[in-house]
């Protein structure tokens, strides 16, 4: 049931989750229809953890970034629920948590990730929800010359590949550093290092890689049939190394009571509108556009904010998602910031600099919370 403290006469609009993209819903909500919608954010989490950062941690640059999630869903006008997303009856517009509590909406908001999954049973699958715990050791190997090759390897259905890129060139950079001597090698089905971004970013990061002596093997489908043994094809290419550091594969949530596509994740059309669904709307990891990135997720989490504003009767002409990726790509040293409009699930118009392009220069980009978060670290910083 509704929340006694709700107003009727308002669009009752549940978010569910509590990373990205939700917040952003929560901030963009707060800002084009803060009159017209009552909002409840329904988030199992009590933390909001800037995730994109985890990669440092390993290498001792000290903890990311954590917030307190009431105090921003607060701040965007909302009211948090503890609880997680359980199953949804769209007929009678109300989900149930897995707690089997039955809470109906107006219109509804799923942000709830997709779930990461090992694909290689020998290998050391990258988490950002336990990096360092899953890392540190083997950066600690590194630095003790234990290791002297290191594999990183996306499968055939990769999850966002620039963790990959930043994980090798920070691992050779320490080695570097360390005076220590270690081979790195890339194994990547794309067609070139981060090829999302477009040729000239590309090209930017294959001279960082070859600057760093890594070496990049693109277009490779690799299999890992026993310990450090890489069989990569096309060509049957055989490579054994010391460890191996793999990406995960991404499915969708699998939410009973929706329509879902492949693998389990939601359709929607450009608004982010979840097709067939009633007024249920979606953004972030959780749908079937193939990439998959916090500031994209923002991008999606706007365009479905505008259309349930838009229902709520606010002032407001919805735009359709138009990807634009940011991303500050972590070397080591002096950090690379990629720009590439997306179009059929490739990048265009790409741009590379060492100067970030956008404001604040966050590695997750987007209108809302950026803005948000860089205002509190501020504020805390000056006291």
Request: aromatic share 6%; hydrophobic share 40%.
């Amino acid at each position: 049931m509704t929340d006694e403290t709700s107003h009727p006469e308002k669009l009752h609009v549940i978010i569910a989750g509590g990373g990205v993209a939700a917040l952003e819903t929560a901030l963009a909500l707060d800002d084009l229809a803060p009159d017209q919608t009552d909002v409840t954010v329904l988030a199992p989490n009590t933390e909001f953890v800037y995730r994109p950062m985890t990669v440092r941690e390993p290498f001792a640059y000290g903890s990311v970034r954590r917030y307190p999630l009431e105090p921003i869903v607060r701040d965007a006008g909302a009211k948090l629920l503890a609880g997680e997303l359980g199953w949804i009856d769209p007929d009678k517009q109300t989900i149930h948590t897995k707690d089997d509590e039955a809470i109906e909406y107006d219109a509804l908001m799923l942000a709830i990730g997709a779930k990461p999954v090992p694909h290689y049973t020998h290998a050391l699958t990258i988490d950002d929800r336990r990096m360092d715990e899953t890392l540190h050791g083997l950066i600690q190997d590194v630095e003790g010359g234990y290791l002297k090759s290191l594999a990183f390897v996306s499968p055939g259905r990769m999850a966002w590949p620039l963790p990959l890129y930043e994980l090798a060139l920070m691992t050779a950079a320490r080695a570097y550093d360390m005076q220590m001597t270690l081979s790195v090698t890339i194994v990547t089905p794309e067609d070139g290092p981060l090829a999302i971004f477009g040729s000239a970013a590309s090209g930017a990061v294959s001279e960082l890689l070859e600057n760093a002596g890594i070496e990049l093997i693109s277009s490779g489908y690799a299999e890992i049939p026993s310990e450090g043994h890489l069989v990569i094809n096309p060509g049957d290419r055989r490579l054994q190394v010391d460890r191996v550091i793999a990406l995960p594969e991404l499915y969708g949530p699998s939410i009973r009571g929706i329509p879902l596509g492949e693998h389990g994740f939601i359709g929607v059309d450009p608004h982010g509108h979840v097709r067939d669904a009633g007024p249920i709307y979606a953004a972030g990891d959780a749908i079937d556009f193939p990439i998959k990135h916090g500031g994209l997720g923002s991008q999606q989490a706007d365009a479905a904010a505008q259309s349930i504003a838009a229902l709520a009767g606010a002032p407001v002409t919805p735009a359709p998602f138009d990807p634009v990726v940011h991303g500050m790509l972590l070397t080591g040293g002096k950090p690379l910031y990629l720009t590439a409009e997306i179009t059929g699930g490739h990048g265009f118009s790409s741009e590379v600099s060492d100067t970030p392009s956008w404001s604040p220069p966050s590695k997750v980009a987007s209108k809302y919370l950026a803005p948000y978060l860089d205002t509190h670290d501020s504020e805390r910083a000056a006291k």
